[in-house]
């Protein structure tokens, strides 16, 4: 057996791998410039005084085939802008996953409401809807369904609690671009859809976000949260007639989003491509398990989650990741590394200006506690649970080199 690269073997792997963070593995070039360009020449670099961000806008709408879209600054400020729409406010929970970004739980604590954690579906890692329903109360107003590195949440089932009990579904879409859930594109199936252009998702910006609904009255809100809750509709003194804040995108960023649009399909098939590759060759490997996808459901692979059965191997997830990694090809622990609620800032309810606010608001008078046991489902995933690279620019070869990587170092921690 070929010495591991962490004790000094020779890598499987020298040459880096196509990466998110720069061209070797983003489709960007002259498509953006053109349009940057009428940007900077204009001169106006604001979406108000200029077309590009109103027209992302537009184009973003007609792609997921939504009445209204509304852009951003961020995935967060997307979520951020939905949540307030929705009227999402101080005293009520929102129910959500505990395996996401941050940006998920930002929206929430923003608006000053509580944040309740339901378990996963451990097949999926997405929400498991009978978790959802039993943490279901009077304070309970809406869900933020996540459809985690790309792959759908059991949509049906969640609209059908969400419908029993009257609650809000928004979509964090942010890592799940053109994911379909029986035929549907995710991101249209709930009241709110949210989507992130950050350096490391399907379509890019560096940063920035975009809102969708097919609802009148929260596409109202939304613009209005979006711009300082500004109506620039009334003419006279400034009618800032709501909360908001300045979530504005500029015309920068737009420019670059709409270019951006135009290839997303690309990306997204082209990743379908390299899963499927992925997946056919680590099937040969014993210990692990590929993504699982339920019928009618299409993941866009974000990143690619692969599931390694511990009791097979002498060594622990992060030392099968540093492994891996020293290989030459760049694995995650468990991705966020813990369910988000055992992080400091639920722990210890680091609230607003180092108090507890928001979770010993009046307006919400109950006691909520964060801690480990939870949602058994979604710790015991993380620690099992590594994360691939998936790449648009990935060759068959880098796929081969991947798989290399994994198996000379689950063969060498293999129990005999
Ligand atoms: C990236 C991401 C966000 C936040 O997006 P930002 O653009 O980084 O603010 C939210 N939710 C999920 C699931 C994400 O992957």
Redesign the pocket.
């Known amino acids: 057996m070929s010495k591991l690269a962490i004790f000094g073997g020779k890598p499987v792997r020298r040459k880096p791998l196509p990466t998110i963070s720069n061209r070797s593995g983003r489709n960007i070039g002259d498509e953006e410039l053109e349009l940057l360009k009428k940007v900077i020449e204009t001169g106006s670099l604001f979406r108000h005084s200029g077309i590009m961000v109103s027209s992302f806008e537009k184009e973003f709408a007609e792609f997921l085939g939504v009445k209204y879209a509304v852009a951003s600054t961020?995935?967060?400020?997307?979520?951020h802008i939905a949540t307030g729409a929705a009227g999402i406010g101080p005293g009520v929970e929102v129910i959500t996953s505990p395996i996401?970004?941050?940006?998920?739980i930002i929206s929430i604590l923003g608006q000053n409401a509580i944040p309740v954690f339901a378990d996963i579906d451990p097949e999926t890692y997405n929400l498991d809807p009978e978790s959802v329903r039993e943490r279901i109360n009077d304070k309970t107003r809406a869900i933020i369904v996540?459809?985690?590195f790309g792959l759908p949440a059991d949509m049906n089932s969640l609209m059908e609690v969400a419908e029993e009990k009257g609650l809000i579904v928004i979509e964090?879409c942010?890592?799940a671009y053109l994911a379909e859930y029986r035929g549907k594109l995710v991101g249209t199936i709930g009241d709110i859809g949210?989507f992130?252009?950050?350096q490391?998702?399907h379509m890019f910006t560096g940063?920035?976000?975009i809102t969708v609904t097919n609802n009148d009255e929260f596409a109202e809100k939304a613009r209005l949260f979006m711009d300082k809750g500004w109506d620039r509709g009334i003419a006279g003194p400034r009618a800032y007639v709501m909360l908001g804040f300045n979530y504005r995108m500029t015309e920068l960023q737009g420019a670059v989003a709409r270019a951006q649009l135009k290839k997303v399909r690309w990306v997204v098939e082209r990743r379908r491509k390299v899963a499927a590759s992925l997946t056919k060759r680590l099937s040969e490997i014993e210990g692990v398990e590929t993504p699982k996808i339920p019928d009618g459901y299409k993941h866009s692979y974000?990143l690619y989650p692969l599931k390694i059965d511990l009791e097979m191997f002498n060594a622990s997830l992060a030392e099968i990741v540093r492994a891996i990694s020293a290989e030459g090809i760049p694995a995650g622990a468990g991705y966020i590394g813990k369910p988000i609620y055992l992080a400091p800032i639920f722990l210890e309810k680091r609230g607003y200006g180092g108090t507890e606010c928001p979770w010993i608001c009046p307006l919400y008078g109950k006691d909520i506690v964060y801690r480990e046991g939870l949602c058994p489902n979604a710790e015991r995933i993380l620690k099992q649970l590594i994360t691939l690279p998936c790449n648009e620019y990935f060759t068959e070869e880098d796929v081969e080199d991947i798989a290399k990587a994994i198996e000379k170092v689950l063969n060498y921690y293999r129990r005999k």
């Open positions: 961020s995935g967060t400020a997307a979520l996401t970004d941050m940006g998920t996540v459809h985690l964090d942010a890592q949210c992130s252009l950050q490391s998702k940063d920035g976000g974000w």
